[in-house]
């Protein structure tokens, strides 16, 4: 039986945190009192099902079940987890707490605050040991991060609980050790938000200026190594310390002065919300989100490609899900079923269907797969041998869509001492959607030459 | 006959402005009294070569002329374009910008630095209008971001031919309109910088902890959108003014307390280079240098196939450096060269070649840029109509590395109503790479059947 989340505060948070639960297959239960909360929902959900399957490469487990509940003790009544993201106030959590804590006294609570302490949060609740941050990131259902903040009144072990919750449903806790204010990301937030307003209210810097001061440098460095890393390698080979020898001064430079809070008048509000028109007021709130995770997506699959940050986050939770082929029978001659892939927004071309290329990319994943199951994958091509394609011959029998799964069969035709002659159908279900003959050639690498396999292989490729 | 730029400071900046401005095209004079200068430019030069490239989709210009000239004054004799990179003392660019302008006292003269103020820069010289901060962000062969500030005494002018010059070798010059103690971006870094200290002062976070908190969360969101824009989204509907009304008042809480500058002690900078160390040791200078890099390039791929941010100032870039291929001459039989491609990084396999389906994608792209030729691109598609491939059958020939230019032709070897029977050769200079021979249908889209083309394709398509 699938799990239930409950979502208390249907927002864009809420919304984000409504998605990732129902897309890794939990039943959802949203309660927010706003009529407009399923429409919210709905709009943050739409986002979400474009989007997170695509940073996928396992297919997605079946969507759970959304249902908004119409009282907040049916919402949390049965709840594995609970996910508080109402108004910042903090009477107002207290209030929501109390009432959760008397249908749900033990279940996992956490709060999206981005700014009070888990301490604060506890104060006067019938249990405080399983009230925490759980600090996401807006768009909650494309960004990994959830910093994670006990207080020395949690039980240790809860947390490790809602931190393994977390990662099943693709995030990455951040375990914050001491609580602060505003935990840690939130505090650069501030820091820069501060800045800028000075920048924009002494006519420095327009809001359109600051965003491409941050998006055309700092930015594109930040999504991939954070402040500390970036550093190291800007120091060189000398190293941190040389680094902060270097920069460590400018600390005590005149710019640091500008620390004051600017006071935040009507006319410094009218400021920016009428830069902020000008600059992106082109586009709708709805066209800049589908543009956001667009892009989300697309850094997030080059960090997966390289196996780095959050692109790691997303490898190991694609592993975690795996589902593991059923072992093939090598003596048979029937197909080996043996690529599972699903059709990504950038597999797709003018048209509105699969790329060309992509077919032939898809038969490569599974003659991949092939040569990884007869034993010729990358630790054999590091011996210096490998299967190379001298000719490939592709039949388009239908075509295929923006989010369909697909399958690869490899069925061998023929195999003799240097050949491999294949057939490898790429399917939806039953319905072939492209068929690709191939002639692979064993090869020497270093000698350029075709080669004769070794023994091993002749138990799988003989039909 | 290529410009000449001269770059006075060879470190890892100066080593960035050599290699963008190489491979650009242009010569380049490199003046640095350290003897390990050359060395330290190959470096970044070697890492530039290995990436900028990447980011093109037209064949980039052949490299220009590298030389170390002996003193400054050889290095910017003759020189369209000079930037400074040396170290931030300002007595020392004073001297060397009273150097620099005894020998070419018109030069633009751009300089690095990262915190003076252009006012500043100027003082004392023999020519303040020519002087200017063009501030780069490392790695600067990959970064599009240069800071441009002038003063009241620049002339404008000039000012505008820095710029020019500037998008000529690929960057986004941003022209900032008063000049402040550290312009615009670093205000920004410095403010999160100190945040940082502070935090690891406190033991609240380490080095890799708050690395984690930035690039698994707001550091994806702010290479593609800024600050603005994001926060405009996360406004939702609502718009500017609700996301302002809902977060200015955060401004006023307690934990805009710690803007106090943290002691910069022994202890604090070892204990970041220490955490620094556990946290990237594993991985030298030179290997977080590549890492960053295909990281960059795969960020900034994503944002040019979205013409986004970065990615829309990489495709101006292409538009401008375009090579139109020379009009070919419809009623012969001979094979029309309509597409010039690079290997990219992106389409390298194990085995070190160019991956299997990507021959496939060099011939899709001929097959675009001929169906465009003979008037059925995008809008044709847009009209309902368009060809799809039936059938491909593709003879390897050779193996594409690294790199390689590649040219795509066409040959119609026969067209009827419905049908289009090209033959596609990938080539490499002279020698055929791989051979695709395709069988495309004229489709009603919205009928899903063949269907026959207008007359106007008879022209070119019958052979």
Not at 268 to 273: G, R, S
Not at 287 to 302: K, M, Q, S, T
């Amino acid at each position: 039986m699938a799990r239930k989340a409950a979502i208390i505060g249907g927002g864009v948070i809420g919304g984000g945190w409504a998605a990732r639960f129902l897309l890794s297959g939990w039943d959802v239960a949203v309660f927010d009192p706003d009529p407009e909360a399923p429409r919210k929902i709905g709009e943050v959900l739409a986002n979400a099902r474009a989007a997170l399957p695509a940073l996928a490469d396992v297919p997605m487990p079946a969507e759970g079940h959304l249902t908004f509940a119409e009282t907040l003790t049916d919402a949390v009544q049965g709840a594995d987890y609970i996910q508080e993201s109402v108004s910042e106030r903090l009477d107002l959590k207290h209030r929501v707490f109390a009432q959760i804590q008397q249908a749900a006294p033990d279940a996992l609570l956490g709060s999206s605050t981005s700014g009070f302490k888990p301490s604060e949060l506890q104060e006067n609740s019938a249990n405080p040991a399983v009230i925490f941050v759980a600090h996401p990131f807006n768009p909650v259902y494309l960004l990994p991060l959830a910093e994670i903040v006990p207080s020395p009144k949690n039980d240790p072990q809860r947390i490790e609980e809602a931190k393994e919750i977390l990662r099943e449903i693709g995030m990455f806790p951040l375990h914050i050790r001491k609580e602060i204010d505003a935990h840690i990301a939130d505090r650069f937030l501030e820091a820069v938000w501060r800045e800028a307003l000075w920048l924009v209210k002494d006519g420095v810097a327009t809001t359109e200026e600051i965003d491409e001061a941050i998006r055309m440098g700092f930015g594109l460095r930040w999504g991939q190594m954070g402040l500390f890393e970036t550093y190291r390698v800007a120091g060189g080979e000398a190293g941190m310390k040389h680094f902060m020898a270097q920069f460590g001064p400018c600390l005590s430079w005149p710019w640091t002065k500008l620390m004051d809070v600017p006071e935040f008048t009507d006319e410094l509000v009218d400021l920016i919300a009428g830069q902020s028109d000008a600059q992106s007021g082109h586009h709708t709130i709805r066209e800049l989100e589908r543009i956001r995770d667009r892009n989300l997506i697309g850094f997030l699959r080059v960090l997966k490609d390289s196996n780095w940050g959050a692109g790691k986050v997303l490898l190991e939770h694609d592993a975690r899900r795996r589902v593991t082929a059923p072992d093939p029978t090598p003596d048979s001659a029937a197909p080996l079923v043996l690529a599972h892939m699903q059709v990504l927004p950038g597999w797709i071309d003018y048209n509105g269907h699969m790329t060309e290329s992509r077919y032939l990319f898809a038969s490569s994943e599974t003659c991949d797969a092939f040569l990884r199951h007869i034993g010729a994958g990358m630790d054999y091509v590091a011996g210096g041998f490998s299967y190379y394609t001298a000719e490939s011959h592709i039949m388009h029998a239908g075509e295929a869509k923006l989010g369909d799964r697909l399958t690869g069969s490899v069925q061998v035709l023929a195999a003799d001492d240097k050949r491999l002659h294949l057939f490898i159908r790429i399917e939806r279900g039953e319905t072939l959607v492209a068929s690709i003959e191939q002639m692979l050639l064993h090869v020497d690498m270093a000698a350029g030459n075709p080669a004769r396999p070794g023994p091993r292989f002749w138990r799988v490729c003989v039909p």
